[in-house]
Structure formats: structure tokens, C-alpha cells
Nanobody, 119 residues
Framework: QVQLVESGGGLVQAGGSLRLSCAAS????????YSWYRQAPGSGRDLVSS???????NYADSVKGRFTISRDNAKNTVYLQMNSLKPEDTAIYYC?????????????WGQGTQVTVSS
């Protein structure tokens, strides 16, 4: 099993920055891809960014150039640096961990952290 704990959310004005952290514990050796998803009120959960074990990253078009995902394997922590925040970035942000297939495990989710961007 893998436990994920997000932190770093909060209230920020448009144009500001936040850094989200996702601390992983447990069988972290099994994790291939870490991702950040977000869910705005009344909407589904959408992929924001992901990073695999080789360091390859992926971003939603809406955050490209503003958000940066990174991974510290020694600390088992994944970060999402969010700059130039917009009101439409307001959502609950969830950390997701997707294991290597060979371990036969399901994906894991954190509890989420609220990000609110005021105009």
C-alpha cells in the first residue's frame, strides 16, 4: 500500500503562486507515475500534470508554462509549483500514484488540498 498526503493549498490572489507537496509513504518503490489532478465544484476530476519514474513530464494545455511538476525520490515527495494563478485554477487538487504493472496494485489517491484563487 501507498499513502499520499498533500499539503500547500490555500487562498491566493490571481497572479500569485503556490507550491503543492505530496508526501508518499509505504511501498513507494512500486510507484511509476505520480500525477496531480484537480476537481472544481460541479466538474469532474481532470489531469493537471504527471511525472514518471524517468522524470518525463506531462501537462494539461491549460497549465503549460505556468505549472511545474517535480519529484524528489529521496524524500518520496512530488511537488507542483503553480505560478501566475488564475481564478479558474480554483479546485481541490489531488495527488495520484500509479504503480508499475508488475506489482499488480491499484492506483492510490491522496485526500486532496484546496486551492482558491481570488480575482
Amino acid at each position: 500500500q501507498v499513502q499520499l498526503v498533500e499539503s500547500g493549498g490555500g487562498l491566493v490572489q490571481a497572479g500569485g503562486s503556490l507550491r503543492l507537496s505530496c508526501a508518499a509513504s509505504g511501498s513507494t518503490y512500486s510507484i511509476n507515475v505520480y500525477s496531480w489532478y484537480r476537481q472544481a465544484p460541479g466538474s469532474g476530476r481532470d489531469l493537471v500534470s504527471s511525472i514518471d519514474s524517468g522524470g518525463s513530464t506531462n501537462y494539461a494545455d491549460s497549465v503549460k508554462g505556468r505549472f511545474t511538476i517535480s519529484r524528489d525520490n529521496a524524500k518520496n515527495t512530488v511537488y507542483l509549483q503553480m505560478n501566475s494563478l488564475k481564478p479558474e485554477d480554483t479546485a481541490i487538487y489531488y495527488c495520484n500514484a500509479d504503480p508499475f504493472r508488475r506489482y499488480g496494485l491499484h492506483e492510490f489517491w491522496g485526500q486532496g488540498t484546496q486551492v482558491t484563487v481570488s480575482s
